[in-house]
Every structure is written in structure tokens, then in C-alpha cells.
């Protein structure tokens, strides 16, 4: 039987899910009736009386705003589909079903209006056409070949192909384990590093790909991410070996935006 403190600690982990989904259903726009909104109530029942602590509380009632939210956004939905004469498929369908052959071929009738068009040959086309044969040029011309230059073969330097984008200058297993390196480094004696500090250039398609190569570590077990909820703040912790991910742990998905606003905020806090 599960202690206290495990069953606290499995609560936690249980709100941060629920926030999880319910931020990937707000941002990206998915469907909110995925979200079984009763199930999750009762969770968040289940685990109330277990907490004391303030920051128990804070990601409890963080848990019931996003909650909320996924509510309003039901009930924008239901509202949406009842204006605009929205109609289920599969009531449709079972009306249809419910027809005769005779209903079904008069509906068919008042609704089929096709498009009729009558064409035939003119003397006015009939000039055209002979004038299109006289325009054409002599099938002797038209199938001349086709000259070429002949051209000497050449070297080229490694460095060139790369400039070039032909080759890479490494491979992705060697940039990655360069980047994980760099996060060594730069965490030095701290546990970890904020993310925007970390993947920050001062070029904004440089940062993309340093965003785009974090993600890599987090997916490969060479750094994980944490969240402050509190203060808003994403840090990227890196480990000293590559952790692989096992079935027995549940990974949860977390979405960080790394837009051109995002990144001129970033930039101007930096020099403020």
C-alpha cells in the first residue's frame, strides 16, 4: 500500500499531466471534448485532502484553471455548431437510409443541374485549324538535335562541397554530442541552465536550429526540461551520461515556442 508522501508525489505527477493536456488541446486548437473532463474532476478530487504545502495548492488550482478553460472552449464549440446549422454525418446518413428509392430519385431530380454545352465544327474553326498547319515549322528543323558544349572534368575540395550543402560537415551523432558538450559546459557547477539562455543567438535562424537540436537531447536522454510554473520559466538540465528512455516511465510532451516575437523579447531583455 502507497504512503503518503508516494501518493502525494503521485498526485503531482498527475495534475502535471492533466495541465499538459489540457495546454496542448488550448495551443494547438485540438479538439476539447478529447478531454473527459469528468474523469479528470474526480482525480483532482481524489488528491485534495493530501495537500499542505503552498506549492501543492498553486498546482492544484492551476490544474482546475486550465481545466476551466477546456470548458470554455466545449462550450464555444457546442455553441458554434448549434448557429451554424451544423448537422452530425451520422444523422445524415440515417435519414438517408431511412428513404425509399422513389424519395431518394426525386431529391436526386430537384437537385441535379448540369452544365450543357454544345460544340461542332465551324468554317471559322476549320481556318484556324489550316492556318495552325501552315505556321508550324518544317519537321526537318523541328527535329534537329540538339547541340551541346563539351566541357572538361574538374576536382573539387571537401570544403567546397560543404560549402556547397553537398556534404555535412559532420554527422548529426557527432553535432548532437558537440552540443550536449557545450551544455556541460555552460551549466558548469549548476544543475542546469534557463532554455532561453542556452539556445539564444543573436541570429534568429541560428537559434532555431540550437532549438531544434535541444529538442534532440531532451528526446535522446542527454538533458531533460524543467518548468517553473510559478515564474514561467523553461531550464534545460543536462546529464552526465545519456539516460535512454524506458517503457516504464510516462513521458509527457512539452511544447516550447520559439517564434521571431519570442525571440526579439529575449534579445531586448538580454541588453536591458
Not at 495537500?51 to 455553441?79: C, F, G, N, R, Y
Not at 539556445?199 to 532555431?208: L, N, R
Not at 537531447?217 to 514561467?232: K, M, N, P
Not at 516504464?248 to 519570442?262: A, G, I, L, W
Amino acid at each position: 500500500m502507497a504512503t503518503k508522501r508516494e501518493k502525494r508525489k503521485l498526485g503531482r505527477e498527475e495534475l502535471q499531466r492533466i495541465i499538459a493536456m489540457c495546454m496542448s488541446v488550448e495551443e494547438r486548437g485540438l479538439d476539447p471534448f478529447l478531454v473527459d473532463v469528468e474523469d479528470l474532476i474526480k482525480v483532482i478530487r481524489e488528491y485534495f485532502p493530501e495537500w499542505k504545502l503552498p506549492e501543492d495548492l498553486v498546482l492544484d488550482a492551476e490544474t482546475i484553471h486550465h481545466l476551466a478553460s477546456v470548458i470554455k472552449m466545449q462550450s464555444e464549440w457546442v455553441k458554434h455548431r448549434s448557429t451554424s446549422l451544423y448537422t452530425d454525418p451520422f444523422l445524415l446518413e440515417e435519414k438517408i437510409r431511412r428513404l425509399s428509392r422513389e424519395q431518394l430519385a426525386t431529391i436526386f431530380l430537384k437537385s441535379y443541374h448540369p452544365i450543357v454545352e454544345l460544340e461542332q465544327i465551324s468554317p471559322h474553326s476549320l481556318m484556324q485549324a489550316v492556318q495552325y498547319w501552315k505556321d508550324l515549322i518544317p519537321l526537318d528543323e523541328r527535329w534537329k538535335r540538339v547541340e551541346y558544349t563539351e566541357t572538361s572534368m574538374g576536382v573539387t575540395s571537401r570544403e567546397e562541397m560543404i560549402e556547397q550543402k553537398v556534404i555535412a560537415e559532420k554527422r548529426f551523432s557527432e553535432e548532437l554530442e558537440a552540443f550536449w558538450r557545450e551544455l556541460l559546459q555552460k551549466t558548469g557547477e549548476k544543475e542546469k541552465i534557463e532554455y532561453w539562455d542556452f539556445i539564444g543567438s543573436d541570429d534568429f535562424k541560428e537559434t532555431v536550429r540550437r532549438a531544434y537540436l535541444a529538442s534532440f537531447l531532451v528526446t535522446y536522454g542527454y538533458a531533460t526540461l524543467e518548468i517553473d510554473r510559478l515564474e514561467e520559466i523553461v531550464f534545460i538540465k543536462p546529464h552526465k551520461k545519456p539516460i535512454p528512455l524506458t517503457g516504464k516511465k510516462e513521458v509527457v510532451s512539452v511544447p516550447v515556442s520559439v517564434s521571431y516575437d519570442d525571440w526579439m523579447k529575449w534579445k531586448e531583455a538580454r541588453t536591458s
